[in-house]
T-cell receptor, first 113, second 115 residues
């Protein structure tokens, strides 16, 4: 049962434009959400997070939006850079599970110079 | 400051064999979680160790077991290997159990191939 879904396996964007990566979840108990970035032959690295008490969190070029009623979150990257080319995973966790995260299947972002 | 390290990098086994994967957490971290990432999938939580005890477990059979040592390093053991166990096994470390959510740092993974 896939509780976190990323329905777009891949995305291509021109350098300088906005990249929007989407994620949907089914478990209404999730209260904390994260985005991870993964380069080949490396482990995922933390990018940005958001608590369910917020609907937006911004960190430099990266902004995560959370729509709890739609059980949807998105990651915006503005402006996109070639170094952003990687696989992006969204992850979510319910409370009191000790960092037990549920991951989506990932979206491969390619930023074209 | 060394990050999370895992060994070996790659491993090939045959069905029915047993395998042990190793993880050293980031300096200062005391909690280790293991994930399985099958091809084309996201990481799936296997279990988490803190204070040398299994604290949380995902939906994995008992063939998957683990251990945490006093120095916080950890092992993942898989018995009676199946073809479906072929995957990238990721170790993640963090500090303490989460009453607040603590950032996890991932290692590069061990690629296990079962033939």
């Amino acid at each position: 049962d896939q509780q976190v879904k990323q329905n777009s396996p891949s995305l291509s964007v021109q350098e300088g434009r906005i990249s929007i990566l989407n994620c949907d979840y089914t478990n209404s108990m999730f209260d904390y959400f994260l985005w991870y970035k993964k380069y080949p032959a490396e482990g995922p690295t933390f990018l940005i997070s958001i608590s369910s008490i917020k609907d937006k969190n911004e960190d430099g070029r990266f902004t995560v939006f959370l729509n709890k009623s739609a059980k949807h979150l998105s990651l915006h990257i503005v402006p996109s850079q070639p170094g952003d080319s990687a696989v992006y995973f969204c992850a979510a966790t319910p409370p009191d599970t000790g960092n037990q995260f549920y991951f989506g299947t990932g979206t491969s972002l390619t930023v074209i110079p | 400051d060394a990050g999370v390290t895992q060994s070996p990098t790659h491993l090939i086994k045959t069905r029915g064999q047993q395998v042990t994967l190793r993880c050293s957490p980031k300096s200062g971290h005391d909690t280790v979680s293991w994930y399985q990432q099958a091809l084309g999938q996201g990481p799936q939580f296997i279990f988490q160790y803190y204070e040398e005890e299994e604290r949380q477990r995902g939906n994995f059979p008992d063939r998957f077991s683990g251990h945490q040592f006093p120095n916080y390093s950890s092992e993942l053991n898989v018995n009676a290997l199946l073809l479906g166990d072929s995957a990238l096994y990721l170790c993640a470390s963090s500090l303490g159990l989460a009453e607040i959510y603590n950032e996890q740092f991932f290692g590069p993974g061990t690629r296990l191939t079962v033939l």
